[in-house]
């Protein structure tokens, strides 16, 4: 089973500042990674795909690099709506398995 | 826009059963790779089980054998069975589904069905 490793647990910014959440697999995933956005109470919702790709409707300010073990998801300007749990996912082979989650929190 | 409504949640005893629904509107299930991914009380994402476009599934270790995925394409509609249920099968279960992205990355998701299992 590929383990996901997120850091940091928890990140506290303000309103503007750039978020850089860290994923880092087991073993190499080539590029299957996912990114996804929770907020307390509701499913998660898709960010990024495939590490790099942005999923439709997602804004610009979202965006996913890395491969192989080694994966980013950046928010370059956090808005308000931006403070929620980021999880990543890979689907390189069976089981999926997904990350322990950041939490973007208000400084 | 695809959205997926689950129900059949609640209430059970250990060793109990109950089968879960993912009703689909606005997406073909028989197109679309879907999973069950649970979330414990506090915790984080497990996936669960999923069912390929192809009829293939797959199970997480922690319930093959008790839970059977499945799918009515008539009804449009994915079922979860979950029998022999333990306390650590408590979680709210989220139906997922691939609707404009890679094979198993999931844009589409259910609000999710709340499962308690306690005597």
């Known amino acids: 089973e590929i383990v996901l490793t997120q850091s940091p647990a928890t990140l506290s910014l303000s309103p503007g500042e750039r978020a850089t959440l860290s994923c880092r697999a087991s073993?190499?995933?080539?590029?299957?990674l996912a990114w996804y956005q929770q907020k307390l109470g509701q499913a998660p919702r898709l960010l990024i795909y495939d590490a790099s790709n942005r999923a439709t409707g997602i804004p610009a300010r979202f965006s996913g690099s890395g491969s192989g073990t080694d994966f980013t998801l950046t928010i370059s300007s956090l808005e308000p709506e931006d403070f929620a749990v980021y999880f990543c996912q890979h689907r390189s082979n069976w089981p999926l398995t997904f990350g322990g989650g950041t939490k973007v929190e208000s400084k | 826009e695809g959205q997926l409504l689950e129900s059949g949640g609640g209430l059970v005893q250990p060793g109990g059963s109950l089968r879960l629904s993912c009703a689909a509107s606005?997406?073909?299930?028989?197109?679309?790779?879907m999973s069950w991914v649970r979330q414990a009380p506090g915790k984080g994402l497990q996936w669960v089980s999923a069912s390929g476009i192809g009829g293939g599934t797959t199970y997480a270790d922690s319930v093959k054998g008790r839970f059977t995925i499945s799918r009515d394409k008539s009804q449009n509609t994915l079922y979860l069975q979950m029998n022999s249920l333990r306390a650590d099968d408590t979680a709210i279960y989220f139906c997922?589904?691939?609707?404009?992205?890679?094979?198993?990355?999931?844009?589409?998701w259910g609000q999710g069905t709340m499962v308690t299992v306690s005597s």
């Open positions: 606005g997406l073909t299930l028989s197109n679309s790779d």
């Open positions: 997922a589904a691939r609707m404009a992205t890679s094979p198993w990355a999931f844009d589409i």
């Open positions: 073993q190499t995933i080539s590029n299957y």
